[in-house]
């Protein structure tokens, strides 16, 4: 594995003109003139602190309001 995975293109403006920039996941756009830093956090699914895994949310579920139920 390589010590410093390199990206491919630029998260603000796109543009695949970068170079590293002051170490430690440092990396400089030099089209937007932006630095940014990136920084590995993990693989897998989030563990809550029961230690279980948590589940995905769901898109179609929507919480309803008493108002939204016909309840007062």
């Known amino acids: 594995m390589t010590e410093r995975a390199v990206p491919f293109h630029c998260p603000y403006c796109g543009d695949e003109d970068l170079e590293p920039f002051e170490g430690d996941g440092g990396w400089y756009c030099r089209s937007c003139v932006r630095a940014f830093k990136l920084r590995f956090l993990g693989i897998g ?10 589940a995905p949310p769901d898109p179609d579920f929507t919480e309803a309001t008493p108002d939204a139920r016909g309840e007062k």
Not at 45 to 54: D, K, L, Q, S, Y
Request: hydrophobic share 50%; proline share 0%; glycine share 10%.
């Open 45 to 54: 699914r989030a563990v809550t602190t029961a230690g279980r895994a948590a």
